[in-house]
């Protein structure tokens, strides 16, 4: 076939412009770390690392609320620990009352004094914070969780934050236990049981049965206080298994996402290599072919 | 001898000539666009001399040399190519719309406010993650409602790169101007041949401006018996003969139907670039508008829905309250714009989506908490910590029928029409280098072959010359020896 000039010299500047092309987007690659940059680079994974990085934000979300979660329960915890001490305090002090042979109405009123120190304790405990918030006190946006009369200011919702996919918003993990939960409800509560021995003690002569009774409904306060602790052990457990899924899944999330978007440098580099050899060899083709005529030669 | 000798040789001298010019003006068109290679024809004088001896060479036209279907078909494929890296171009500057996959892109914005409502939803009451929300939700309104002025503009500037026709430079006008060329080229040439004369430099100057033409409406031509050529686009004559029709616009942008219609009022069909840009500023664009929207509607709508169910920190109810609630009820999160108190979806919400006024100037106001009822202790009017309904917000980042869902299908649609574009655009270009290739084999100028032509020429020419010398010297000594 015949070529006339103007097509050698068209095409010449339309390969060199195609080999800058590829040039120019394998070096915006290298330079970004990037190989997807524009959704037309590869529609299916652009909104596939689309999907992953919002999968990826929600799994962070979660890590962070289970994060949230272990700090809460583990105050709590603490709180709990706190509070059966206290509790077995009261309760050595009242089987020492119970023993009435030794006792008489000045001693009664030292007990009662120690039991009054214990109570104000529990109290101190029952109102513990975190982040301002008190940790007993429910979904109650109530600035204490007990008042000084040992009544409960909370309300019975235990607070819960999100950790993982589920029906609703998610698979919710408590983050405390309400009050009553841990102290007892209304007259069976702690702070009435200690309330009652101690205007006993303070008479100066408690009756045994009295006495008994309350030893009675401190156990039960106790056994109370025991189950929370064991409510908030096992939600702790459940919140520390969840945020290793929740690691584990990132990670997979994490690496799938990187291994559709980053750039394999080792490739890239490669194929830059190779096309810059093209393009230079296309050069000095032009270079040859452009100047090469028949006048030359004559 | 005498006389018959000298004029054999002058007209082998007029031959030569010729083809040297004839050389020389391909040499000088060298790269000029529609320029068809011209050459000599030549015969042998027909009348016979005495004894038999020819009467030298005549010059019986200088032709330009030109194929009817390579003609045709480059002109479809300048067409096809004006069309498809038009849209390519279109395509290209869309997508910088959406930045995406990036951290700036509306995909990670949406992130951001599920993952600040999540941390809102563990401290309901803090007003440091309150006014986090609400600034990632003014976040997401900016970002929607640029991204529509966006394409919006990008639609602006297509319509006024085609421009209204008349003489406001945009390529309509320049179409026009073409138009009238070909018609007056088409007067000239009937005339001219008519004539007798050659119209070689006007066919030429024709084929450009067709070239031209064709890669902005994409058109088919056709030529009479008596040359001139025929203008169709999409089948409505724009040319025939020495008539041009003037093309102007019809319609808006804004409804849709921008269209190109000729003086007699018939609308074309274009093809081209002038077509690709009211494809797109008739239909690519506004589905952008239209699936963008639909990220909008899906946002507002399941936000505020949430937001109407709920309660905020403060015990303010979602929505009206039976018995005579007399304190704030909350106002929406997202509205249709910055005057407006509640969102109705439509096509083009995500143009001025804003987050409510109420909302932004107290940002507590937001229902993190459920609406009281059986499986909470929340009372209407009383503060509470529960962030139930804010977890139930932060958890549309995973709803299929959500925002995220529904951004992430427009952004798989947009990369695969862009990168379609891309690649028609690509063949389009190699179909129109190899038509206009074939065409450029027959009618484009190769430099060795004209200086081979020069060469013979010359050397023709000496050789004639030499006749006349020969005979000069003859004529010479005959003179001397009378």
Not at chain 1, 128 to 154: C, H, I, K, M
Not at chain 1, 230 to 239: E, H, K, R, T, Y
Not at chain 2, 168 to 194: C, Y
Request: zero cysteines; aromatic letters at 4%.
């Amino acid at each position: 076939m015949r070529v006339a000039d103007l097509t050698l010299s068209q095409s010449i500047s339309a390969q060199l412009d195609q080999q800058e092309q590829s040039i120019a987007t394998l070096e915006t690659q290298i330079s970004s770390g990037k190989a997807l940059n524009q959704p037309s680079d590869n529609p299916s994974a652009v909104t596939q690392v689309l999907q992953l990085s919002s999968q990826a934000s929600q799994l962070t979300s979660w890590q962070a609320n289970a994060q949230t979660a272990s700090s809460w329960l583990g105050m709590g915890n603490n709180a709990l620990n706190t509070v059966l001490d206290q509790m077995q305090s009261a309760r050595t002090l009242l089987l020492q009352a119970l023993n009435q042979g030794t006792q008489n109405a000045t001693t009664y009123e030292a007990i009662a004094q120690q039991l009054q120190g214990i109570n104000a304790d529990l109290l101190t405990t029952a109102n513990t914070q975190y982040e301002g918030r008190p940790v007993f006190a429910g979904t109650s946006a109530s600035a204490q969780a007990y008042d000084s009369s040992g009544n409960y200011l909370g309300n019975s919702d235990a607070p819960t934050v999100i950790v993982g996919p589920g029906p609703g918003a998610g698979q919710a993990a408590d983050l405390s236990v309400p009050g009553p939960q841990v102290f007892g409800s209304g007259s069976a509560s702690v702070f009435t049981t200690l309330s009652t021995v101690i205007s006993q003690l303070s008479s100066g002569s408690p009756t045994a049965a009295g006495l008994n009774s309350a030893l009675s409904a401190l156990d039960a306060n106790i056994s109370t206080a025991e189950q929370a602790s064991a409510v908030l052990g096992n939600a702790s457990d459940s919140v520390t298994s969840a945020s290793a899924a929740l690691t584990n899944q990132l990670t997979s999330v994490q690496n799938s996402q990187s291994s559709l978007e980053d750039v394999n440098v080792a490739t890239v580099t490669t194929q830059l290599d190779s096309e810059m050899t093209n393009y230079q060899a296309a050069m000095w083709a032009a270079s040859q072919a452009i100047p090469e005529t028949l006048v030359k030669f004559l | 001898m005498t006389d018959l000798g000298l004029s054999i040789a002058a007209s082998g001298l007029a031959a030569d000539t010729a083809e040297l010019d004839t050389a020389s003006n391909n040499l000088s068109n060298i790269n000029t666009p529609g320029y068809a290679r011209e050459v000599v024809n030549l015969a042998p004088e027909s009348a016979a001399g005495p004894l038999g001896v020819g009467r030298g060479v005549s010059i019986t036209s200088v032709s330009a040399l030109s194929d009817a279907v390579y003609e045709s078909v480059n002109v479809s494929a300048q067409g096809v190519q004006g069309a498809a890296s038009q849209t390519n171009e279109i395509m290209t500057s869309i997508q910088t719309v959406f930045p995406e996959p990036s951290s700036d892109g509306l995909a990670s914005q949406l992130s951001t406010f599920w993952s600040d409502l999540s941390s809102l939803a563990a401290n309901p009451g803090q007003a440091g993650a309150q006014q986090t929300v609400a600034a990632a939700a003014q976040n997401l309104t900016d970002t929607l409602n640029s991204s529509m002025a966006q394409l919006s503009q990008l639609s602006a500037t297509l319509q006024s790169g085609v421009g209204t026709g008349a003489a406001d430079g945009g390529t309509l006008a320049q179409a026009n101007e073409l138009l009238r060329q070909i018609a007056g080229l088409n007067q000239g040439i009937v005339a001219g041949d008519a004539g007798g004369q050659n119209v070689n430099s006007l066919t030429d100057e024709r084929r450009a401006d067709v070239d031209q033409l064709a890669g902005l409406l994409g058109i088919t031509t056709s030529t009479a018996a008596d040359g001139a050529l025929s203008v169709l686009s999409g089948g409505v004559q724009l040319v025939s003969g020495d008539v041009a029709q003037t093309l102007s616009t019809t319609g808006s942008a804004a409804t849709g139907n921008l269209a190109v219609t000729t003086s007699t009022g018939i609308t074309l069909q274009p093809g081209g670039a002038i077509g690709a840009s009211l494809t797109a500023i008739n239909t690519a664009i506004p589905a952008y508008q239209t699936q963008l929207s639909d990220v909008a509607n899906a946002l507002a709508e399941s936000v505020n829905t949430l937001q109407a169910g709920g309660m905020d920190a403060n015990g303010d109810p979602g929505s009206a309250v039976a018995g005579g609630w007399t304190g704030t009820v909350l106002p929406n999160i997202f509205v249709d714009d910055g005057s407006s108190s509640t969102y109705t979806a439509s096509g083009t919400s995500a143009a001025s989506i804003a987050v409510s006024p109420a909302y932004a100037q107290d940002p507590s106001l937001i229902a993190t908490a459920a609406a009281p009822g059986p499986g909470n202790s929340n009372v209407i009017g009383t503060a509470t910590n529960d962030g139930t309904n804010a977890q139930l917000m932060a958890a549309l980042a995973g709803s299929i029928t959500g925002p995220d869902a529904t951004y992430q299908a427009l952004i798989g649609t947009l990369g695969t029409e862009a990168s379609s574009a891309s690649s028609t655009a690509t063949s389009a270009s190699n179909l129109a280098t190899t038509a206009s290739n074939n065409l450029a084999s027959v009618s484009g100028v190769n430099e060795n072959e004209e200086e081979v032509d020069i060469l013979t020429a010359q050397n023709a020419f000496q050789a004639a010359s030499q006749a006349i010398n020969a005979m000069n010297q003859s004529f010479q000594s005959l003179l001397q020896a009378v």
